[in-house]
C-alpha cells in the first residue's frame, strides 16, 4: 500500500556496537529482497542482497537475516561506524514484475 | 566509473512551467526507473523503461511523462507542475532479464522546488 509515514522508525545506537534494523515485507510471493542506505541528500545506495532461496546471507560488515515463514526481513550491521548513519530501506520484488516495493525505512542514528 | 548520472542537482521551477529532468547511465542497463520521493518517505515509483517498452504506474498522474530515447538516456517531463510535485527525483537502472532480476542502481536524485 501507500507508504504516508511522515515519522521514521529511529533507531539510535552508540559507536562500536551492533545495529539491527528489521523490516516486514508484504508479498509471499516476493523472492528478492535489498537493502538500501540512504545518506541526506543522495539517492539510495546498494548495501547487500538475499533471494528467497537462502535465509542468510552476509557482506562486509552486514548480514541480511531472511524469514519467509513470518515475512520478516533484518540487516545488522557490526560495530556500528558514524558513517553508518543514514536511512536504510528494505524492499521486495517479485521475480519478472521489475517493480521494487519499499518499506518504510528507519533512520540510525549513531552516538559517539 | 560506470554510473547513474543526473541533472541538474537542484531544479527550481514555476507553478505550471513546464520541466525536464535527465538521466543517463554508462552501465548499459536495459532497465530505467523513475522515483519520486518526498521528505521522510520511500522512494515512490512513477514509471519504468524495460528497454523500450513503457511500464506506467496506475497512480502516477497524467501530468507526469517519459521519455527514453536510447539505452543511455531517460528523461521526466513534468509539464504543470504543481506545489505537490515538489520532491527528490530518482533515477534507477538494472540489468533484468525475464529469468534472473537484480539490485537497481540509483543515481544521486534532482531536488525540485516548484515556486
Known amino acids: 500500500g501507500e507508504n504516508v509515514g511522515l515519522h521514521l522508525p529511529t533507531l539510535s545506537v552508540q559507536e562500536g556496537d551492533n545495529s539491527i534494523i528489521n523490516c516486514a515485507y508484504s508479498?509471499?510471493?516476493?523472492?528478492?529482497f535489498i537493502w538500501y542506505k540512504q545518506e541526506s541528500g543522495k539517492g539510495p545506495q546498494f548495501i547487500i542482497d538475499?533471494?528467497?532461496?537462502?535465509d542468510k546471507r552476509q557482506g562486509q560488515r552486514v548480514t541480511v537475516l531472511l524469514n519467509k515463514t513470518v515475512k520478516h526481513l533484518s540487516l545488522q550491521i557490526a560495530a556500528t561506524q558514524p558513517g553508518d548513519s543514514a536511512v536504510y530501506f528494505c524492499a521486495e520484488l517479485l521475480q519478472g514484475a521489475q517493480k521494487l516495493v519499499f518499506g518504510q525505512g528507519t533512520r540510525l542514528t549513531i552516538n559517539p | 566509473d560506470a554510473m547513474v548520472i543526473q541533472n541538474p542537482r537542484y531544479q527550481v521551477t514555476q507553478f505550471g512551467k513546464p520541466v525536464t529532468l535527465s538521466c543517463s547511465q554508462t552501465l548499459n542497463h536495459n532497465v530505467m526507473y523513475w522515483y519520486q520521493q518526498k521528505s521522510s518517505q520511500a522512494p515512490k515509483l512513477l514509471f519504468h523503461?524495460?528497454?523500450?517498452?513503457?511500464?506506467n504506474e496506475a497512480d502516477t498522474p497524467d501530468n507526469f511523462q517519459s521519455r527514453r530515447p536510447n539505452t543511455s538516456f531517460c528523461f521526466l517531463d513534468i509539464r504543470s507542475p504543481g506545489l505537490g510535485d515538489a520532491a527528490m527525483y530518482l533515477c534507477?537502472?538494472?540489468?533484468?532479464?525475464?529469468?534472473?532480476?537484480?539490485?537497481?542502481?540509483f543515481g544521486p536524485g534532482t531536488r525540485l522546488t516548484v515556486t
Open positions: 508479498n509471499s510471493a516476493s523472492d528478492y
Open positions: 538475499i533471494r528467497s532461496n537462502m
Open positions: 523503461y524495460y528497454d523500450k517498452d513503457f511500464n
Open positions: 534507477a537502472t538494472s540489468r533484468d532479464s525475464r529469468w534472473q532480476t537484480y539490485e537497481q542502481y
